[in-house]
T-cell receptor, first 111, second 115 residues
Framework: QKEVEQDPGPLSVPEGAIVSLNCTYS??????FMWYRQYSRKGPELLMY????GNKEDGRFTAQVDKSSKYISLFIRDSQPSDSATYLC???????????FGIGTKLQVIP | EAGVTQFPSHSVIEKGQTVTLRCDPI?????LYWYRRVMGKEIKFLLH????????ESGMPNNRFLAERTGGTYSTLKVQPAELEDSGVYFC?????????????FGPGTRLTVT
């Protein structure tokens, strides 16, 4: 079983839709949960991270962590064509511990 | 401020040859990480430098891979001899000392093709 499970998609939505991206994980030691965005032929770019359970909002993006269910989500409101990219969840127990990535979900926002 | 840079962007080599990948982290970033993404798989951790010291090299596949970070600045990852299964995209990332693995800045990657 993989430590982090993420549906690779692709996920296609119309412009303006609310997008929900999700990951589940099995390692209860994970404390920090990150979301990266990766455009084609580019490196991943950190969008936001959350420590432990709870919500965090940054503009049109909201990250949620439910440690009791080992489930994390990223919501994108008012999605734009420029949001079309692969979204990777990543997590670590913190400090100098290694980061474990999900496979990434490919999102396409249709104008 | 310049981001993380990697060279070359793409390398095509034959099985048995040697390839050296280079990463220049963001200036002042003491943490430097190497990752690899094989087609259809997740990005996988290879190793982590803090300054010039290897903090964690548990992800290195085997002894054909050698990473160095002389002087705590740029890093090189050498694959010798290369095998077909080494093909993939190799990413480098860096972060400030206090950020650890949480706020990493990634380079664009080196796409390695072994034929």
């Amino acid at each position: 079983q993989k430590e982090v499970e993420q549906d690779p998609g692709p996920l296609s939505v119309p412009e303006g839709a609310i997008v929900s991206l999700n990951c589940t994980y099995s390692n209860s030691a994970f404390q920090y949960f990150m979301w990266y965005r990766q455009y084609s032929r580019k490196g991943p770019e950190l969008l936001m991270y959350t420590y432990s359970s709870g919500n965090k909002e940054d503009g049109r993006f909201t990250a949620q962590v439910d440690k009791s269910s080992k489930y994390i989500s990223l919501f994108i409101r008012d999605s734009q064509p420029s949001d079309s990219a692969t979204y990777l969840c990543a997590m670590t127990s913190g400090g100098y511990q290694k980061v474990t990535f999900g496979i990434g979900t490919k999102l396409q926002v249709i104008p | 401020e310049a981001g993380v840079t990697q060279f070359p962007s793409h390398s095509v080599i034959e099985k048995g040859q040697t390839v050296t990948l280079r990463c220049d982290p963001i200036s002042g970033h003491d943490n430097l990480y190497w990752y690899r993404r094989v087609m259809g798989k997740e990005i996988k951790f290879l190793l982590h430098f803090v300054k010039e010291s290897k903090q964690d090299e548990s992800g290195m596949p085997n002894n054909r891979f050698l990473a160095e970070r002389t002087g705590g600045t740029y890093s090189t990852l050498k694959v010798q001899p290369a095998e077909l299964e080494d093909s993939g995209v190799y990413f480098c990332a860096s972060s400030p000392l206090e950020a650890g693995g949480i706020e990493q800045y990634f380079g664009p990657g080196t796409r390695l093709t072994v034929t």
